[in-house]
């Protein structure tokens, strides 16, 4: 499983890393067991930028350049998914019109709404961590939100008969590999953040899973953009628990 690792990187953000071999379906379910460690990495890279740049400019330009590093660092993609999936669930009735919404590849004004109300609030809340030198949350957010996708890939089938970029991640999910997730994100969220964050981690647990029942009952199960508007919901969600907690 070692040198899957490169592929969750590769997949999770615009890290380069050479690929060794063709990469197989299986090798990329596999990955999955690395997206905390990943998250772990971007965490170091928000957490360094966060803490550097305030003491160098105000809190609110601190704030807007790690959320921009942010976009940079993933190409932004599951704010897409998060756009196509606000255009499908809101734009559509059936299971089906809401597929074919969303894999319309151009955005459309609830998509737009969805993703600037996003990525205002987050700024709202890397600046509110910022003020308050709650630097932790730019370390523990990516993190959380990175091993909710992996227990939404665990908690619901994929939703598209005629299959699709995460099908794979989806169909060869196993107990197994959410462990080996669970228990790397457990690792990390205790040794960073310690209570505060297993409370996020166990928020968005209960979020994944609630989000998962929503995604069945709307879509038959879940899609790569679903997936991706997760990463988006948790990342916000974990900032906000972080936040409360102090």
């Known amino acids: 499983m070692t040198w899957t690792f490169p592929l969750a990187l590769t997949f999770l953000t615009i890290l380069p890393w050479p690929r060794l071999a063709p990469a197989e379906r299986e090798d990329l379910v596999r990955s999955l067991a690395w997206f905390p460690w990943v998250g772990a990495i971007l965490g170091l890279a928000f957490w360094g930028a966060g803490w550097g740049l305030t003491q160098l400019l105000p809190a609110p330009a601190a704030a807007g350049l790690v959320l921009a590093l942010s976009v940079w660092l993933t190409r932004g993609l599951h704010l897409d998914g998060l756009a196509d999936t606000a255009d499908g669930l809101l734009g559509g009735r059936a299971p089906e019109e809401c597929l074919r919404i969303m894999k319309d590849s151009r955005m459309g004004a609830l998509g737009g709404v969805a993703l600037t109300l996003t990525l205002i609030v987050k700024f709202a809340f890397l600046l509110a961590a910022a003020q308050t030198g709650l630097y932790l949350a730019f370390l523990l957010f990516p993190v959380v939100s990175r091993w909710g996708m992996v227990l939404m890939a665990y908690l ?10 995460g099908q794979a991640m989806v169909a060869g999910m196993s107990p197994r590999l959410l462990i080996c997730a669970t228990a790397a994100a457990a690792v990390l969220v205790l ?56």
């Open 156 to 165: 619901a089938p994929y939703a598209r008969p005629e299959g699709g970029l």
């Open 191 to 246: 040794a960073m953040g310690r209570l505060p964050g297993l409370a996020a981690l166990v928020a968005a647990g209960a979020a994944a899973w609630l989000l998962s029942l929503y995604f069945i009952h709307r879509l038959g199960g879940i899609t790569g953009d679903t997936l991706g508007a997760t990463n988006e919901i948790l990342e916000v969600l974990t900032l906000l628990v972080m936040l409360s907690l102090g």
